[in-house]
């Protein structure tokens, strides 16, 4: 019987992903700027809100409506 992900796991993971979606929407605003710099990789800060987002989003149960307000944030 396979077993689930531990907490631990399940934390780095969200970790990991929030992460990889804060350097895309860096990189993105980087490629559309018109000043040609670079922009600067997400702060720690900016990583675990978002990944506080994520672990938020799938802990609730049920049909929440108001899931769908909150993804867009």
């Not at 350097?23 to 490629?31: F, I, N, R, T, V």
């Not at 900016?46 to 944030?73: C, H, T, W, Y």
């Amino acid at each position: 019987m396979a077993q689930g992900k531990s907490p631990f796991e399940l934390r780095a993971d969200l970790l990991s992903l929030a992460f990889e979606i804060l350097l895309s929407q860096h990189s993105s605003k980087s490629a559309n700027s018109s000043s040609g710099k670079a922009e600067s990789a997400p702060t720690s800060e900016e990583v675990i809100a978002e990944a506080q987002k994520l672990n938020e989003f799938i802990s609730r149960s049920g049909n929440d409506p108001s899931m769908a307000r909150n993804i867009k944030s």
